[in-house]
């Protein structure tokens, strides 16, 4: 069943996280400033799949149960799933202006579901079976779900059994009747202090010396022995000051974690591989796969917001009629919806996996994802060359609302004589909070390294570019029969 925003933020309260910010154990993670507005924006994803506007998008009907569930727990059934998962995203994006958190749970449950079917294929194991209940858990909860994928991986030039410290991979450190104990850490969790449980998959493919490092299973986010240590952002403090326009944007934001496993107890019903090194490469690709799709939309809805930003700057700067300011405003635009072509034809190219689900085409998801890492950098410049450097140099909130020099601020820094200071100032710490601040994580490192960076996709991209056929059809073409004399 579908939870209410109230019934989601009412079981983040009733989870035991142990979290630490700061240097300090947090008490209560739903109510502390800096992480609310996390909080917020995936509570946003139960509040819009209550909206008869917006079922489609939203909502889906389970493969499992035929009942209604949010998007976010559902296996894509074909390539109009597949689209309306990327339209669903832009339309959060748009929302939220924030990375909303809980799509990675939603890519890692469609990789684990056809890779663990393939794999019981080959191997005679049983983990589908077993995901399979979790998914209906999963589906009957409505719960946010943590895909957790990145070790820290230490030295990168050894593989995970050849790292001077055996835990910078996540492994399995003993084997019992009922279940397994891991130890080690995920890295950069996006949503972690947000979710219910966590789905962790193994980082990269590995070979047999690996095995007990190719590991994939579920946890509830409060289970004994994990604790998370929370990440830094630009300009988080902020939130600590209790204004709301210096912040840029006061109720939405992303965060990522440290997620460390200190020896945590997983039932085998949970385990969905164990060892299995040689399927742990196919996880890799598939989440991977989902997830630079994903960028395909939601960059694109926040992208939305801040092309939007740019060009209400330059209307409060009087500068919105000028031809290059307009031709800017375009160029944004043909980028941002270039990132949105690519997440709708990777997903209208899927296909049907061996499990029932549908994968997007790789090739043309990974061309979107290398986009990203160079796009919303571009869309960011120029949004930065539009608003004007007063986004840097501008005096706070509390100066402009100063009985004193509050006059000076609204005197000095006021564009159009018709609008009033404060929403200049409130534009401009937007415009800012995105390129540079608390939403900058999401919206520009997160495009270089989230989903992996660049050269994963490069590698990926070489792969599945088909250069043979290619070379063929030049051939062909150029007349060429033979390639050496004989
Ligand atoms: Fe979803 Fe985007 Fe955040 Fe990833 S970065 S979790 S795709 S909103
Ligand atoms: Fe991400």
Redesign the pocket.
Known sequence: ALKTPEQYEESLRKLKLKVYLQGELVENPVDHPIIRPSMN?VKKTYELAQKPEYADLMTAVSHLTGEKVNRFCHLHQSTGDLVNKVKM?RL??QQ?A???????G??AINAVDSVTFEMDQKLGTNYHERFNQFLLKMQQEDWTVDGAMTDPKGDRSLAPSKQADPDLYVHVVEKRQDGIVVRGAKAHQ??AINSHWILVMPTIAMGKDDAEYALSFAAPADAEGIFYIYGRQSCDTRKLEGGKIDVGNSEFG?HEALMVFDDVFVPWENVFMCGEAEFSGLLVERFAGY?RQ??G???V??GDVLIGAAAVAAEYNGAAKASHVKDKLIEMTHLNETLYACGIACSAEGHKTASGNYLINLLLANVCKQNVTRYPYEIARLAEDIAGGLMVTMPSEKDLHNPEIGKVVEKYFKGVSDVPMEQRMRILRLVENLTLGTAAV?YRT??MH??GSPQAQRIMIARQGNLEQKKQLAKAIAGITQDKAN
């Not at 924030?98 to 990675?104: E, K, P």
Request: with cysteine.
């Open positions: 924006s995203q959060l994006g939220t924030a990375c909303f958190q809980r799509c990675v939603m890519d996006t949503g992303g997830h994903s960028y939309g939601c960059k809805g926040v999401g997160e495009s989230g989903a």
